[in-house]
T-cell receptor, first 113, second 114 residues
């Protein structure tokens, strides 16, 4: 298995632009997570899905952030409009569920100038 | 979910054993303990998990006392490549809406030197 695949690996954009991060979970995993990591705040859970349905989005910072999972093999995290404070590494992870570990992708490093 | 507390950093020399203790005083009956390792520029990677007593795999051992209010991750004979951040998490052992709210704390930065 190729593991969790995220794209792009790096994204540099200007303030105000729309940014879309993509994730392909491990096949058969029912849970998908989006995390954000910064030096100041560490790893923060933004949202997670179970069977393509968003279960908890209380970690999404504000309305500029949205996440979708149109099918079991694809998810997107969108920021519109982006701001410099959104600069961080965004990780996607997937899991079989209770008792099973999370498998993380290699992340997308976002820089908003 | 139970909150965890672990040391901010630990230093070690190559070949030594490193033990990282995590406190989780409010752990619930069905909760289990899981540990992750993160290298720079990579996502966290699962190391080991357990419910009670001792668990060992090819990478580490996990010791959990009877009261389960703490756990200790043991890394035997560390090498330079074990330099990483180590996270302790407590997760529900039953499927609930809160299972996915897995929060990573600050972790423990382990630095191994020659």
């Amino acid at each position: 298995d190729a593991g969790v695949i995220q794209s792009p690996r790096h994204e540099v954009t200007e303030m105000g632009q729309e940014v879309t991060l993509r994730c392909k979970p491990i096949s058969g995993h029912d849970y998908l997570f989006w995390y954000r990591q910064t030096m100041m705040r560490g790893l923060e859970l933004l949202i997670y899905f179970n069977n393509n349905v968003p279960i908890d989005d209380s970690g999404m910072p504000e309305d500029r952030f949205s996440a979708k999972m149109p099918n079991a093999s694809f998810s997107t995290l969108k920021i519109q409009p982006s701001e410099p404070r959104d600069s961080a590494v965004y990780f996607c992870a997937s899991s079989l569920g209770t008792g099973s570990p999370l498998h993380f992708g290699n992340g997308t490093r976002l820089t908003v100038t | 979910l139970a909150k965890t507390t672990q040391p901010i950093s630990m230093d070690s020399y190559e070949g030594q054993e490193v033990n990282i203790t995590c406190s989780h005083n409010n752990i619930a009956t069905n909760d289990y303990i899981t540990w992750y390792q993160q290298f720079p520029s990579q996502g966290p990677r699962f190391i080991i998990q357990g419910y009670k007593t001792k668990v060992t795999n090819e990478v580490a051992s996990l010791f959990i006392p009877a009261d389960r209010k703490s756990s200790t991750l043991s890394l035997p004979r560390v090498s330079l490549s074990d330099t990483a951040v180590y996270y302790c998490l407590v997760a529900p052992g039953v499927t609930t809406d809160s299972w996915g709210k897995l929060q990573f704390g600050a972790g423990t930065q382990v630095v191994v030197t020659p």
